[in-house]
């Protein structure tokens, strides 16, 4: 049988650890916050009532199409392509192409740093292994100007990052929203994710202070993680509904 993805794959090793899920979306939650097009979101109003639930589903998403065999996979991304032109046509004006290239790109960064950051430093060979992936993505959704190797996505990174992010008034509507699904901890712990994460052009827009005090206590989590009761510690954090949620994304923590 043919996957999406290599069963062997170091994709598949970080979707499978709930731990750098989490990391990626924490990261991921901030960024898109901060995106010109952010406004997007809003329009169907169902990120900013409900952002936690709305991030777990891009989750469920995102696995499915890594786990999947390769023809369920591309009718996923198929799926989620009609999902987005019906957003469009109901809108009446299309997303922008540089909005579906930063989702990608936010992805294939915070997929490696935030495993760097708990885990070990990732060879290139990986890296570049994770942004094939991710591109592999970004063709079958009909994304355009994409990238054609890891060299040319640092570049195209560095540049979107510079010209394709403002602090809005949507931003701080969904900054409020996080805080108010989270509550006051939970959400200071996605701040910390997020000073350690985002790169420095977004913690100057948000802005965000940029030493962590918490680094230390991330330092310390990685290295004890996989160990009871701590390996649990994740799940407990999270609201009940979204611990049950996340349980179903940890498959094994073999990194």
Not at 69 to 91: F, P, W, Y
Not at 116 to 127: Q, R
Not at 131 to 156: A, C, Q, T, Y
Not at 214 to 230: D, E, L, Q, S, W
Request: hydrophobic share 45%; with cysteine; glycine share 4%.
């Amino acid at each position: 049988m043919e996957y999406f993805v290599k069963t062997d794959s170091v994709v598949r090793k970080i979707w499978s650890d709930a731990d750098c899920i989490l990391f990626i979306f924490g990261a991921c939650a901030g960024e898109f916050a901060l995106h010109k097009s952010v406004d997007w979101l809003f329009f169907t109003g169902k990120l900013p009532n409900d952002p936690i639930g709305r991030l777990f589903s891009t989750v469920a998403y995102a696995q499915k199409i890594i786990f999947e065999e390769k023809s369920k996979a591309e009718q996923t991304l198929s799926m989620m392509k009609n999902i987005h032109v019906n957003v469009e046509n109901s809108r009446g004006f299309t997303i922008p192409n540089l909005a579906y290239q930063d989702v990608l790109y936010m992805l294939i960064e915070y997929t490696i740093s935030a495993t760097e950051l708990l885990n070990h430093t990732l060879p290139l060979a990986e890296k570049e292994e994770i942004f094939e992936v991710f591109r592999r993505v970004g063709d079958k959704m009909g994304i355009s100007d994409l990238p054609e190797n890891f060299e040319d996505w640092k570049n195209l990174r560095t540049k979107s990052l510079k010209t394709n992010y403002l602090r809005s008034n949507f931003s701080d509507q969904l900054f409020e929203a996080y805080r108010n699904n989270l509550g006051i901890v939970r959400n200071c712990i996605m701040l910390e994710v997020q000073k350690e994460l985002l790169p420095i052009e977004l913690k100057e827009i948000k802005p965000i202070e940029m030493h962590s005090f918490f680094k230390p206590v991330i330092m310390f989590y990685a290295k004890i993680r996989r160990f009871k009761p701590f390996s649990i510690l994740k799940f407990v954090l999270l609201p009940k509904v979204h611990s049950k949620t996340l349980r179903t994304f940890h498959k094994a923590p073999f990194l």
